[in-house]
């Protein structure tokens, strides 16, 4: 189906239509935050103390009824954080791979995803490290699996678990560039039997994957299929699909993710939060995105969309230091969370004042053309979980 409207796409006319995405990101980045420091912590803790090599905790404090609550649908909520990121990078990618050569977009996305991961994960080793110094039970990372980290997603093929429990979102992310890079405008071009068959070929792998190579694995090709939701947004929005197409689009998803999860994969105890995470990001992002044009700029949320990959990057394992640190000295639920989510922040702004901006100048100044500064959105951060 071709543009109707010629070179001109929708997002191009009305540079502020998407700012409501901007807005999502940065609430997507305090839920999946909410969801590590007042849920996962306390719920995992084990996990926890395990991922960061320190002795369990003996006695935790009681929480209150608000974070008991948090914490029993936490998973729901990070999720929903998780899959609003994943949308919305398959709704701007397309927009900065206009006018672009397909090595210069992988280069500028490379200056977006390494330099600041590189940075907040080697800041987070270095805090696990003082931190095993003042438990006095030795630093158990070698040097080769933490450079391995370095390059994403050379940790699975180096046989080197993975250390801080969320980039598995970044290695989807990259494999997703790496797809659009081998489709090339082609991906800005998907009709509707095109977004169909993707979500198909991507359900069916991920059904096997399920089956006969792991739920983790499963899980990140899953993913795929809320990539491509938000490429289906990026479609709808420059006429490539109707709107009655796209809401057949949007079906299938809501179809596929039950059938994975409750049909393929093996249940687990989260099943049901993980399956109704994405579910919920679904109906609030389409909510947001029928009034788009009632979002205005908003500080607060635009701030924590700008430091939200710093953000992601660094707030898990530092801030479950720093929780385990101040819960061990016997602070309240409510105070350690409240100075990890503190410390977090101040870490994330400095790697976006010192790191993520003077690269993301580079990364502009690599552009060839116009991209997705079209859409209002320049150069989105990579998803964060």
């Known amino acids: 189906m071709k543009n109707e409207q010629g ?10 239509r998407l700012e409501f995405a901007n807005a999502l990101r940065g609430f997507a980045a305090l839920a999946v935050l909410l969801s590590h420091f007042a849920g996962i912590f306390w719920v995992m803790n084990p ?18 009824d608000f974070l008991s ?24 990618i397309p927009f900065s791979m206009q006018n672009s050569s397909r090595l210069n977009f992988l280069y500028r996305r490379a200056l977006r995803i390494y330099p600041v991961y590189i940075a907040g994960f080697s800041f987070a080793m270095l805090t696990l490290y003082a931190l095993s110094r003042y438990k006095e039970n030795g630093f158990h990372f070698s ?39 081998l489709l090339g405008a082609r991906a800005m071009r998907f009709g509707f039997a095109r977004h169909i068959m993707a979500m198909l070929v991507v359900a069916a792998v991920a059904g096997w994957t ?5 739920y ?41 993710i039950p059938i994975l999860w409750l049909g393929v994969a093996q249940r687990a105890e989260y099943t049901y939060q993980w399956m109704s995470g994405y579910m919920l990001a679904i109906v609030v992002f ?58 977090s922040y101040l870490a994330a702004l400095g790697i976006h004042l010192a790191i993520e901006r003077p ?23 990579p998803v964060g979980t």
């Open 143 to 181: 040097l080769f699996g933490i450079f391995a980290h370095f390059g994403i997603i050379t940790r699975a093929p180096a046989g080197v678990p993975r250390i801080d429990g969320i980039s598995w979102t970044l290695e989807v992310e990259i494999y997703f560039y790496l797809i659009l890079c």
């Open 47 to 64: 996990v926890i103390c395990d991922l960061l090599g320190v002795p369990k905790l003996a006695n935790l404090p009681e929480r209150s």
């Open 359 to 381: 690269f993301l100048r580079w990364s502009k100044m690599a552009r060839q053309g116009a991209t997705c500064a079209q859409a209002g959105l320049e150069f989105p951060a």
């Open 216 to 256: 983790p694995t499963g899980v990140q090709i899953a993913s795929g299929l809320m990539l491509l939701l938000g490429m289906a947004y990026y479609s709808l929005l420059n006429n490539k699909v109707t709107t009655g197409e796209f809401r057949i689009v949007q079906i299938l998803v809501c179809i596929l």
């Open 210 to 214: 399920f089956k006969f190579d792991g």
């Open 69 to 92: 609550f948090v914490g029993d649908y936490c998973i729901v909520l990070g999720q929903f954080g998780v899959s609003i990121f994943f949308i919305i990078s398959g709704l701007v």
């Open 7 to 16: 070179e001109h796409s929708v997002a191009a006319q009305h540079p502020g």
């Open 286 to 343: 389409h909510i947001c995105y029928r009034l788009r044009d009632s979002f205005t700029k908003n500080r607060l949320l635009g701030h924590f969309a700008d430091i939200s990959y710093p953000l992601y990057v660094v707030h898990a394992l530092f801030g479950y230091a720093i929780m385990y640190v101040l819960v061990e000295k016997g602070a309240e639920p409510a105070a350690a969370i409240a100075g990890a989510s503190l410390a």
